[in-house]
Nanobody, 124 residues
Framework: QVQLVESGGGLVQAGGSLRLSCAAS????????MGWFRQAPGEEREFVAA????????RYADSVKGRFTISRDNAKNMLYLQMNSLEPEDTAVYYC?????????????????WGQGTQVTVSS
């Protein structure tokens, strides 16, 4: 089992940057595909980015491509999301998630473990 705790959210002006972190505890972090999702008020949870077990392969939602970068440090059991050129539309609660599968997926129900989320608010 994997426990996930997000941090790094906050209030930022449009055009600014934030770096989210996700600390994983438990066994075999490096054996999990990892992902970031977000959920805005009144909206469905949506895929943001995912990264393969070894960190070589990544996948992004079209809405964040070129602005966000997902990365991981398996030695430290950490997942990151660097968010640049933030827009008000990026305002949401951001969640990290772990998937026991080796396949990078953007489908939320494929993920087995979830954090509690961190709020990101982008003001215009």
């Amino acid at each position: 089992q994997v426990q996930l705790v997000e941090s790094g959210g906050g209030l930022v002006q449009a055009g600014g940057s934030l770096r989210l972190s996700c600390a994983a505890s438990g066994r075999n972090f490096g054996r999990h595909t990892m992902g970031w999702f977000r959920q805005a008020p009144g909206e469905e949870r949506e895929f943001v980015a995912a990264i393969s077990r070894g960190g070589v392969n990544t996948r992004y939602a079209d809405s964040v491509k070129g602005r966000f970068t997902i990365s991981r440090d398996n030695a430290k059991n950490m997942l990151y999301l660097q968010m640049n050129s933030l827009e008000p539309e990026d305002t949401a609660v951001y969640y990290c998630a772990a998937d026991l599968s080796s396949v990078i997926t953007s489908t939320s129900w494929d993920y087995d473990y979830w954090g509690q989320g961190t709020q990101v608010t982008v003001s215009s």
